[in-house]
């Protein structure tokens, strides 16, 4: 008898799509880890890091520095557990992965809300202690006191997360898009302040969308991935400034159990959560489709996809290498003053691309996006497509002619602002072509993404 688990239509015409031809039959990354997490055939990495037991019992006594010592040691244990799953010589236990006994993925979780007391989520480094709210929120129930006015970072947040919406994406990337959408989850705020940010809705209004719980972003995580999505892709925003939500959600999502689906409370919460939810045309297979959601019929599984501006700490990206499947960041500008004007963010340059030059030597699957801006070319373009060649010629690499002038460039828009006309417009067709024609002549692998809508509408 054939299990539902292997009679998998949304799996086989994932799989069957001809772009994994390309990328296999073109130089560098196909993205392997990525694609047999998603068609359940390889556990997602927060799974193998759930069976990464750790030397601490209790970790709300020990010091930080002690647990960042532990997590350089586990993650050479994650490391050597993993790739010998990829090479098939072990598996992993559903027992152990239930087990509950304090793990990586536990270890990771708890650092994240020791940094989230001095934040140095990303670059800007602003150490101000972003778990105030929790505690002032506590003291105000007690007292009953109104809230003093809190400093807070570059980002404007405090602890609690929110998000502006969620669904099946079916305009990223057709490895993530494939044929049921990409799972994607929108954050509101962001860490830098793009002048033509194409999301400025949810980026530059903190109080878009709804505040939410670890348990109710986990619930969206596990209905989108029951509803076919092949992956769960977290942006915003940024997703980076929403660390402590997102860790502490993957943290509990192999303790969700089918049987809860039906149950009043679930319904509850599910009601809650798809106010924002932007499809509603899945929903009635939700209940019963467990086909996309499990690896091993036994351990809910998912890639997790980190969609980033990439302008995160050091830390975050040590924590994020055991968890993520596969990273989708965008390089934007180059090395010169353009992140610092048309952006506000300084150490832009050095920030991701030491970032990517980490994921690149680890061996992640990742693709890099670069949006080409109206007379950027010469500051921007060029030279990042010349970094990649020189740093990382093997990667896949998507190089966008979308831009259209949005948030402080559109010219028809209140909020426009002169000294940003000189991306108030779309690249022109020769800009875009001579974008295309130096990557071409840098022999860069860009074709199958950057003209994959072409052929697969
Ligand atoms: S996430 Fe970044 S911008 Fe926000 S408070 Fe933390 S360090 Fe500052």
């Known amino acids: 008898m054939i299990s539902p688990f292997q009679n998998n239509n949304n799996f086989r015409k994932f799989e069957s799509l001809y772009i994994w031809k390309l990328l296999t039959e073109n130089r560098g990354n196909s993205l392997p880890w990525y694609l047999a997490v998603s068609l359940n055939h390889m556990p997602a990495k927060y799974l193998i890091c759930r069976s990464i037991p750790c030397k601490f019992p209790n970790l709300t006594n020990v010091n930080e520095q002690d647990l960042w010592e532990e997590l350089t040691n586990l993650t050479e244990d994650f490391l050597e557990k993993w790739k010998l799953i990829k090479s098939g010589n072990t598996d992993l236990k559903p027992e152990i992965i239930h087990q509950r006994k304090t793990s990586l993925l536990d270890l990771n979780v708890e650092l994240v809300k020791r940094m989230l007391t001095h934040c140095n989520f990303c670059r800007w480094n602003c150490r101000i202690d972003r778990s105030l709210d929790q505690k002032e929120n506590l003291e105000k129930k007690i007292s009953n006191s109104r809230l003093k006015k809190k400093k807070v970072g570059t980002c404007q947040l405090e602890s609690t997360s929110r998000v502006g919406s969620y669904f099946h994406h079916r305009g990223e990337e057709i490895i993530f898009r494939g044929t049921n959408g990409s799972g994607t989850i929108f954050f509101t705020s962001c860490n830098m302040r793009c ?121 975050t990206t040590n924590i994020l290498r055991t968890i993520m499947d596969a990273w989708l960041p965008d390089l934007k500008f180059g090395p010169g003053k353009c992140a610092l004007e048309l952006s506000r963010t300084p150490w832009y340059w050095e920030t991701v691309t030491t970032n990517l030059k980490h994921i690149h030597e680890w061996g992640e699957d990742f693709i890099v996006r670069h949006l080409i801006m109206p007379n950027h070319l010469e500051c921007c373009t060029k030279p990042i497509l010349d970094w990649i060649a020189k740093n990382m010629p093997d990667i896949q690499l998507n190089i966008m002619d979308q831009y259209h002038p949005d948030n402080l460039c559109d010219p028809l828009s209140p909020h426009f602002k002169e000294s940003y006309k000189e991306i108030s417009r779309s690249p022109t067709e020769n800009e875009l072509k001579t974008a295309y024609r130096y990557a071409n002549d840098l022999n860069l692998n860009f074709k199958p993404l950057s003209y994959e809508k072409m052929c697969f509408p």
């Open 195 to 315: 002048s033509f940010c194409q999301n400025g809705d949810i980026s530059t209004d903190k109080e878009n969308g709804i505040p939410i719980t670890p348990y109710n972003l986990a619930l969206m995580v596990w209905q989108l991935r029951m509803e076919g999505c092949h992956n769960i892709n977290w942006v915003g925003g940024d997703p980076t400034i929403h660390l402590h939500t997102i860790t502490q959600a993957i943290n509990i999502l192999d303790s969700f159990e089918i049987t809860w689906i039906n149950s009043t409370n679930i319904k509850k919460n599910i009601n809650y959560i798809e106010s924002i939810k932007s499809d509603k045309y899945f929903n009635d297979s939700f209940s019963q489709n467990t086909a996309n959601a499990f690896y091993k019929n036994s351990m809910f599984n998912s890639p997790q996809i980190w969609n980033s501006n990439f302008f995160m700490s050091t830390e």
